[in-house]
């Protein structure tokens, strides 16, 4: 009997988890698309329900309704795949993120998270490295020129980055020693790590920027010169998939900004329920994206590179010494 | 402050990427200033200045009769040739248009028929909503010419309007005057 509530409670978890991470886009969509009017001085979707709240299910019917084209000279399994490969990853993830201690529903105890890994910080960076694949696929099946170049692009983006992505949490782990999630937001009860390792911080997120492929990174999809980078040719629900995706990732490297460098749910000042805290704190950072994308440029290819290659890692590793050697 | 001084304050900057946050600073400013988009035609509609040139009308005089005296001469200046006047006496003996017809869909409102007319019967009023499904409707005769909207009294500014659908397109609205579009512009 306990075994089945066991069972049931993790399905339930993982069903609710899939649901919250497909329908977020539809918000995120529509927050964008209104932070991007107000900083252009524009309003932004009005038309469709109150202040064009209802625009991204209009949006949802249309990309459902629409041809699923596939390209004649397209490798027609490859592009079956690819969007799947794409979509998969970010939810995997998803089921080694802790969003909170315990809660108590009708007297019993409930854990806000699907698995308490031990290593579920290098299970989260080798299920995001994965992601690469889907991107691959699609822009080599479609057999288009803009899609190979794109998808050339964020392969090459996304290796370079997830190299100083996994060393700037190395200083995280050594501080919390231990690769659990769970644990590195206890170890952060009284200080956050981003008073210890702001260097660690500001590697993570400019190589979760690029890793997510927003601005100023979106190399991969960038409008003026490859149409829409990788995912050119796709079209309805296929495409859909990629935003999906996408949005899934800008959520997940918030979320890790978040538990890693912010504390998790641990509050300062403001005695606020944790979970609260936990999703004030990942709106910021989610904000922080969008803000982003329509204040700065796109760096050029080389520029990226050099980023990555010459400034991110010199930096992280340093970062590693640094906190090495204060610890020991 | 020297010039040394300057460049390692402009270097500790760049290092702090003071121009990057004061992009995002100038971003975050315009984020809560007032949105430019005039909502129209669901909520807002623009009157037009005095000077503006839209669809035509004809006057009256104090009488209540039409001033034009059917002399041509705007029909002669159209460089579009899109106005046809045919003449005829009436009952007191003037000369009267009989037929007055301007093909809106030629019209380029460039105004030489205002300027041509010797008795101040034609000008280009405020009106710029006549769009149609058909050229053939663009055709507008003397008695639809005469019931056109004149030249604007007050113009320039944003009015609340309301699109109504239910018989026709049209953008309803009561106000005879706007506000000032150009307050929303920030000026910096």
């Not at chain 2, 623009?46 to 705007?74: N, T």
């Not at chain 2, 005057?177 to 512009?185: C, D, L, T």
Request: glycine fraction near 8%; proline fraction near 5%; hydrophobic fraction near 50%.
């Amino acid at each position: 009997m306990e075994l089945i509530v066991a069972l049931g409670l993790i399905v339930f978890k993982v069903a609710l988890l899939i649901a919250i991470l497909l329908l977020l886009p539809l918000p995120l969509t529509w927050l964008e698309r209104k932070i991007a009017g107000h900083i252009q001085q524009r309003m932004g979707p009005m038309r469709v329900g109150w202040h064009g709240l209802l625009q991204p299910v209009a949006d949802g019917i249309k990309l459902l309704s629409k041809e699923d084209h596939i390209p004649a000279e397209a490798d027609r399994f490859l592009f079956k795949l690819a969007p799947i490969l794409a979509l998969a990853p970010p939810f995997v993830v998803f089921v080694a993120i802790p969003f909170g201690e315990t809660v108590s529903v009708l007297g019993a105890e409930i854990t806000l998270y699907v698995s308490n890994m031990n290593v579920a910080l290098l299970f989260v960076f080798a299920v995001i490295g994965l992601e690469v694949y889907g991107v691959i696929f699609g822009g080599w099946a479609a057999n288009s020129k803009y899609a190979v170049l794109g998808s050339l692009r964020t392969c090459a983006q996304m290796i370079s980055y997830e190299i100083p992505m996994g060393f700037a949490v190395i200083g995280v782990v050594m501080l919390a020693q231990s690769m659990s999630l769970l644990d590195i937001v206890r170890a952060q009860a009284d200080v956050w790590n981003i008073v210890y390792q702001p260097v660690g911080f500001f590697v993570f997120f400019v190589a979760g920027l690029a890793e997510a492929q927003r601005i100023p990174f979106d190399l991969a999809e960038a409008e003026g010169d490859l149409g829409a980078g990788f995912h050119t040719e796709y079209s309805g629900i296929r495409f859909a998939f990629f935003m999906v995706s996408e949005y899934a990732i800008v959520l997940l490297v918030s979320v890790l900004v978040v538990i890693l460098f912010f504390g998790g749910w641990n509050g300062v000042l403001v005695p606020l329920p944790p979970l609260l805290w936990f999703v004030l704190k990942v709106a910021f950072f989610i904000y922080l994206f969008i803000w982003f994308r329509f204040t700065f440029p796109r760096y050029r290819y080389d520029q990226l590179m050099a980023i990555g290659w010459k400034v991110l890692l010199p930096l992280s590793m340093a970062n590693i010494i640094i906190t090495g050697i204060v610890l020991f | 402050m020297s010039r040394a001084q300057e460049r390692i304050g402009a270097w500790i900057g760049w290092a702090f990427f003071a121009d990057l946050a004061s992009a995002l600073a100038l971003t975050f400013g315009y984020m809560f200033s007032r949105s430019v988009t005039m909502q129209y035609p669901d909520k807002e509609k623009w009157l037009p200045y005095a000077r503006y040139r839209g669809h035509h009308f004809l006057k009256r005089d104090q009488e209540g009769e039409i001033k034009c005296v059917a002399c041509e001469l705007c029909a002669r200046i159209c460089p579009c040739d899109c106005i046809e006047v045919i003449p005829y006496q009436d009952d007191k003996g003037n000369r009267r248009p009989a037929k007055f017809e301007i093909d809106m869909a030629r019209c380029l409102f460039c105004g030489l028929c205002e300027d041509a007319c010797p008795a101040d019967a034609i000008a280009l009023g405020q009106q710029y909503e006549f769009s149609s499904f058909s050229s053939r409707d663009l055709v507008i005769g003397r008695d639809n010419l005469l019931g056109k909207p004149g030249k604007a009294a007050t113009g320039g500014g944003v009015v609340a309007a309301r699109l109504n659908t239910e018989q026709d397109v049209l953008v309803e609205t009561s106000e005879p005057h706007g506000y000032n579009w150009w307050r929303n512009i920030r000026q910096t």
